[in-house]
């Protein structure tokens, strides 16, 4: 039922920093536990990061920790992830991803998705 559209994509350069937003509507965002996930062509849907319903708990994939920051807004509805030091590594599509039930790094556990937005890293 909820709908989530994710933007902030681009091209950046290595080293520099982006921040992806993901606007839930339809239902109050506060209902889920939210991810990030990306893919690249031909590859599979890989975790990227993870909040709890009111961002309590956190989680990330050993290939972003120290890098990325996933953080909510429930009163606005919005999930962001922070991307700093980007590195060429990270170029996908971005997808944010809704759960009422649980956190999980399976993209098989999440409800709702959103289109996706791409970042584009360039070295």
């Known amino acids: 039922q909820v709908q989530l559209v994710e933007s902030g994509g681009g091209m950046v350069q290595a080293g520099e920093s982006a921040r992806l937003s993901c606007v839930a509507s339809?239902?109050?965002?506060?209902?889920?536990?939210m991810a990030w996930f990306r893919q690249r062509p031909e590859e599979t849907r890989e975790y990227v990061a993870m909040?709890?319903?009111?961002?309590?708990?956190?989680n990330y994939a050993r290939s972003v920790k120290g890098r990325f920051t996933i953080s909510r807004t429930n009163a606005n509805n919005t999930l962001t992830l922070q991307m700093n030091n980007l590195k060429p590594e990270d170029t996908a599509v971005y997808y944010c991803?809704?759960?009422?039930?649980?956190?999980?790094?399976?993209?098989?556990?999440?409800?709702?998705w959103g289109q996706g937005t791409q970042v584009t890293v360039s070295s």
């Open positions: 991803a809704a759960s009422t039930k649980m956190v999980a790094t399976i993209p098989e556990a999440y409800e709702s």
């Open positions: 909040i709890n319903w009111r961002g309590a708990y956190t």
């Open positions: 339809g239902r109050p965002l506060s209902d889920y536990a």
